[in-house]
């Protein structure tokens, strides 16, 4: 099994940001911030560090929203953590900012709707 994250960091319980995925699967789609998890990473620490590597963002919460697994004929399962934040500080890093952008929450483009 595979543990991933994703995360979904939230403006004013009204807007969630997406990147632009850039490679693999997904790639030209808007896609929240995460990654595998590495050696004794707890899912909290690779969704904080995941989300500081891939937005800039220090998230100061972080709160389970769903547990979703993928299971595959040919492959390691995946179990994908997904995580939401309101509070972060810092600034864009590795993405530039037309990579990154605000949905309204619940929107199509957001496909999903977070409430707390």
Not at 11 to 23: A, F, P, W
Not at 90 to 96: P, Q, R
């Amino acid at each position: 099994m595979i543990d991933a994250t994703i995360c979904l960091p939230i403006r004013d319980e009204r807007e969630i940001s997406l990147g632009l995925k850039l490679q693999k699967v997904g790639a030209g789609l808007y896609n929240g911030y995460g990654g595998k998890r590495k050696g004794s990473e707890t899912v909290e620490q690779t969704a904080r560090r995941e989300l500081k590597e891939e937005a800039g963002i220090e998230a100061e919460d972080l709160e389970k929203v769903a547990e979703l697994t993928f299971l595959w004929p040919d492959k390691p399962d995946w179990t994908r953590w997904c995580m939401s934040t309101s509070r972060g500080a810092g600034k864009e890093t590795f993405m530039l900012p037309s990579r990154r952008r605000f949905f309204p929450n619940g929107s199509r483009w957001a496909v999903c709707r977070i409430t707390r």
